[in-house]
């Protein structure tokens, strides 16, 4: 018994070093959204495992008055952030676009509804990230907007793959519950434990 | 007898020591090296005139002085439910009556000696004509030639949104000219450009067919600037180089005006070659802005110009072709980038195609402003070597900032140095005599107390109404216009109020001199008496909104052109008086930023109240200090 302590606790202290226990941390936290804020909003929407995604919900919900977690991100009433939650009406009885980072003018938690019928036609900005020539060779516009669906886009957006099957259930009436569970952030954080990344989000903390 | 320990194998000290060393790799994971940054703090000794140094033209910088019309009607966004989301909804009255001294003081002794001015943008506040004229002549006064890269507040309402409906544009523009569209703010400036004393702005005025444009109305000159230009300096001198606009009235939000300023020193090295500063245009927008996203509207999403900096596609296509032609036809060239709105507040497509520009064509320091605060900011573009953002404060609102930049090169030594001096003006001030009077600050509950428009009612109310109009109201309806309540007209009203009773407080201190035949007295007026009369008489007139604001213009024009003398000695007091309004400014400007007269952490003389910390017996030498002394035990 003792032999194998001896030859176990070594292994388990190397694999616990302390970026591995961060990050293990960092994906197990990352399943969870749950936060509770005010803001301009009116509704109740749900959305299911990218197949179902039902309701009305409209408003802006300001990050700094939110206090809460979602999938990884802290909110506690930051007074420095900047971002606005911004959940249109007319494309929630469209699309089901939800999440616009509409004051941070990155659209990306838009990708959210990637899975949705490419029939309902809505689309988003592709906010690049990676400092690329995003200039088009004519006009005065840019060109590269997708549809949300779009196949090339969600082939370079690891995050919207591992939220595709985002559980959601948001209520509001000024203030808001906003609850959710992510399957894909589940798989991301049993990978990990084999020190395989698959959302790419180590190295965080 | 004696005993010594048994010899045999100590318990547990393998399981330590593998702990121990299992302890490594955890250490190793958590001691992460600090990243090491191209541009580091120099404290070492630089002396640029020892050695061969070359060097850049030294470039004076200011930022958002937010020249605000006094007499705008009152307005939705200035009340204090406004004023308690974002301060500089109202700045205390002082600080908006004599912001251009303050810019023009600095225009004239913020520096020992710069070779020219570069205005990083927002110099207005309401984007009225009246606003851009009074900037306008307190850049004429600096006798130095000057650009200026535009920000939000110098073309849209407020800084933020370019309304369909200009109704309460023009309200804030009252009796300030018409509003200023961006397109109209593009080519009264262009038509300043051409007034100044520099070659190649001559050569600018050349080009564009404009003779004498000097001696023309600016208006006049203006209106004959075409919507679409692009000229490049064929040889010669002068502070600019490049500059190009595009102009759509139907959107004007669409229309740009970039620049190339010409840094290099007159001694050129072929292996450094010219210095350029590229003046961007962060204001360009795909759609007209918004205030807040509606509620009902689907993309293209609305950006609100206060929050975000856009550059469309034709303003980037035209730099990268300048940077291009540029090294094809000079050589080495290096650049400096220079806009209003922060990397960090640019929309994704601007951000990635800028930071792409700045990455691959090995730009040098993005100069910005907006913020209001200064910084210096590292960014990380993917390559090895952080770039390099200095953000610059207001000369306006606290720290009230502005800085001089120039760089350095020696290639013996392959030294490189950039010297962005920082000045700030109350440090600038109390280096000098005749300043911050203890006198002279007004004191609390004064009429004239700086933030005595905070004592009325709140207007929350008219913050849901924003709401409403903006963002529930379907954006296919007609959108109703939000008019100030009552609030507002009492937030407003206070404004007006305390301007009055600082010009009552500046006739009080300053006397105007009775010999002077070239005084634009009041209407009624002939003497100082007569005015204080008036101004009593309408601060004291509760319904009297646009009379107050009658007297006020009236009152400005007799500031402008009165001197003021001692009385008692005849000596004329015209100095202490300017350097009365500069003392109030910053007074005003920290009571703003500090909400209220609090410490921060540069200040080092601490004044403290008489009256609230000894003892009322002491004060009353009813009881002596010493015997104070005595009874605590004596000698403390």
Sequence with gaps: MRRRLLTLIPALCLLGSCQYLKDRSADFLDQYRLSIGAGSVLGVKS???????????????????????????????????????????????????VDMDYAKASYWSGWNSAAILPALLSWVDAS??????????????????????????MATNRYAQVHVFDVETQVGLVVYLDVGYSPGELIDFLAGLVTLDLAGDDGRW | MVSFPRPGRPKGRPLLAAAALALLPALHGCLRPDPAPRFTPAWEHFDPAEGDWWKTDKVLLVADCQLHNLWSDALPE??????????????????????????????????????????????????????????????????????????????????????????????????SGSVLPKDRFVKLYVAALLREDD??????????????????????????????????????????????????????????????????????????????????????????????????????????????????????????????????????VGYAMACHHPFEAMAPRTKSSLGWLWREHGLGMLVTAHTHKGYFAHHDLGTENDRLELNLGSTTDWPMEWRTLQG?????????????????LVEELKQRDGYFLEAWEIPRDARDDYRRYKQGHAASGILVDFA???????????????????AAIETETQVKDTLLWTFFRLLQLFPTDPGDGGVAWPDRCAND????????????????????VALLQELQRFERTRRSK???????????????KLSQAAWASRFESSRGRRLSVEDELIRVDWERTVDPAVRSGKKTGTEEGARDGGGR
């Excluded at chain 1, 690049?128 to 886009?153: F, L, N, T």
């Excluded at chain 2, 350095?408 to 700030?424: P, V």
């Excluded at chain 2, 409403?468 to 009552?486: E, V």
Aim: proline residues 7%.
């Design chain 2, 566 to 580: 001692d009385p008692t000695s005849g000596a004329s007091t015209d100095l202490e008086r300017a350097r009365y």
């Design chain 2, 529 to 548: 008496r007569e005015v204080i009369e008036r101004i009593v008489q309408a601060a004291s007139d509760a319904e009297g909104f646009d009379r107050k």
């Design chain 2, 78 to 175: 200035r009340n204090l439910s406004s004023e308690a989301l974002a301060a500089t909804a109202i700045r205390p009255p002082q600080l908006d009556l004599f912001a251009a001294d303050v810019l023009e003081w600095i225009l004239a002794h913020g520096s020992d000696g710069y070779d020219a001015i570069i205005h990083l943008g927002d110099a207005l506040d309401l984007a009225c004509e009246g606003e851009l004229q009074a900037f306008l002549e307190v850049m004429a006064k600096a006798g130095k030639p000057w650009l200026m890269a535009p920000g939000n507040h110098d073309f849209f309402y407020f800084g933020t949104y370019d309304p369909e409906d200009k109704g309460l544009w023009q309200a804030a523009c009252h009796h």
């Design chain 2, 408 to 424: 350095f090169a020696r290639l013996d030594t392959k030294q490189i140095y950039l010297r962005a001096e920082r000045h700030t």
């Design chain 1, 47 to 97: 959305k299911a495992l990218g197949l179902v995604d039902t309701g009305l919900m409209m408003g802006v919900k300001p990050h700094a008055a939110a206090l809460g977690w979602r999938y990884g991100q802290a909110m506690f009433f930051h007074e420095a952030d900047m971002r606005i939650d911004a959940d249109q009406a007319e494309i929630i009885k469209t699309t089901g676009l």
């Design chain 1, 128 to 153: 690049p990230v990676d400092y690329a020539w995003q200039v088009p060779e004519d006009g005065d516009e840019y060109a590269d907007r997708h549809w949300i669906w779009s196949p090339e886009a």
């Design chain 2, 199 to 332: 070659p190649s702005l001559a050569a600018l005025a050349a080009a564009l067919g404009v003779e004498a444009p000097r001696e023309r109305d600016l208006h006049e000159v203006a209106d004959d600037l075409p919507d679409d230009f692009d000229w490049v300096r064929d040889g010669g001198s002068g502070v600019l180089r490049r500059i190009a606009w595009h102009l759509v009235p139907e959107e004007p939000w669409r229309s740009y005006v970039i620049q190339e300023a010409d840094m290099s020193p007159d001694r050129l090295d072929p292996k450094i070659g010219r210095q350029f500063v590229l003046l961007l245009d962060s204001c360009q927008y795909q759609r007209r802005p918004g205030l807040i996203p509606n509620g009902w509207q689907t993309f293209p999403l609305v950006l609100n110009c206060g929050s975000h900096g856009e550059m469309l596609p034709d303003q980037l296509r035209k730099v990268r072709g300048w940077i291009d032609e540029d090294r094809a036809t000079l050589g080495p």
């Design chain 2, 468 to 486: 409403l109009i903006h963002h529930i109201t379907p954006y296919w309806l007609p959108q109703p216009t939000l008019h100030a309540n009552a």
